[in-house]
């Protein structure tokens, strides 16, 4: 990860010293018969739910996976595949019906996520929301990722929508895609928010954020006319928002003036204006700004006034070309990834020297450079 003196596997139970990363999956992808990926990117009117099993190298002892893990170099060894994805069960549409009381299919789904947290000590969930053209397999493979490193803390969740068409008029299906999976994040909203989960942090990525964001903002307005406080009923306590494809304007008054940004204890959003995947989509929507493409610059006076009012939002700018798209930089830079793990795994504030020491611009926005954890 990057980190000095940092070992995630330290206090690693045993039943966790593995290759295999066990990640929890719901989807609306449809399911494909006969081929090796089980998920492809056409719909589903059914949320599926279950386990993958994502295997770190082949067969490799748990000794080996720890070097491995731990060292500074790379190994052609860690190459990460999915060895099996089982299918534990669906929740099927809901239909309009008379006089009839629809079955509580949910409760299956809530006793999975309940299983899994049993096996965990400190029984935080940690929900991951893709990007568009991405794949099942893709996002199992990256949230284990994510999740071994962070040390096999807590329990990995995929949600994963029908993401995965390629070139521009893929980005628009991808799109509708998006708000069509918007009713079936609430239910793993509730489902969660119904289980033994103490804690609950959710990732979200690229245009995974807009799912998210409009997902909550309805969970929000349901559960505060019921006089429950939303995000205590979730137990919401980091909201991260890495490469966010969302305009400005919408997250101001969307977000914010609705107070969906109350719900997490801690909200983080990752920016980044080398980002040319965000800068093609500011492109085709002829946008003012993407979220994800915003820096110190151009951040406007009644941005950094909400940035002064809540010291429970920070904007966390990257300065530096990650890599040629600049887009998954939240896990593929050790630098920014380090920090990622620092806000998941310890909740740990920016700014404290010797958990997240990063430089506060005079706008209220945190920089990050690529020698993290040391200083600039």
Known sequence: ?????????????????????PILFATNRKIRHRLPTRFGSDRSRMLHYG??????????????????????????????????????GSIPEHTITKNKKPK?????????????????????????????????NETAM????????????????????????EGVTGYFMDKE??????????????AIAKSNAKKVHIIAHSHGTEIIA??????????????????????LTNLIFAAADIDIDVFVFRILAENIHLMPKRLTIYINGHDR????????????????????????????????????INFIYIPFRVSYLSHSYFLDNPAVSSDLIKVLRDNAKP????????ECDKTGIWKIYPSYPKKK
């Open 177 to 190: 895609s998006g708000k069509y999976s918007v009713y079936h994040l609430k239910i793993c909203l509730e």
């Open 277 to 312: 995947v965000l800068s093609i989509s500011q492109w085709i929507h002829q946008s003012f700004r993407r979220i994800g493409l915003m820096t110190p610059q151009n951040i406007t006076p009644d941005i950094q006034e909400i940035i002064r009012q809540f010291d429970t």
């Open 1 to 21: 990860s990057g980190m000095e003196n940092y070992d995630p596997f330290k206090d690693i139970s045993k039943d966790k010293q593995q290759s295999i990363a």
């Open 104 to 136: 509580n299919y949910q409760q299956n789904l809530v006793g999975l996520i309940n299983q899994q947290l049993a096996q965990s000590k400190d029984k935080e969930l940690f929900l991951f929301i893709h990007g568009f053209n991405n794949t099942f």
């Open 214 to 235: 409009s997902a909550l903002r309805e969970f929000y307005i349901k559960y505060k006319n019921s006089g429950k406080d939303p995000g205590k009923y979730l137990k």
């Open 142 to 165: 990256r949230l284990a990722q994510m999740w071994h490193f962070m040390g096999r803390k807590g329990v990995p969740f995929l949600f994963s929508w029908p993401a995965g068409r």
């Open 51 to 88: 386990i993958s099993q994502v295997e770190f190298g082949k067969n490799m002892p748990w000794k080996k996976l720890y070097r491995l893990s731990t060292s500074m170099v790379r190994d052609a060894d860690l190459n990460i595949s999915i060895k099996e994805t089982q299918h534990y």
């Open 351 to 358: 700014g404290d020297e010797y958990g997240r020491p990063l």
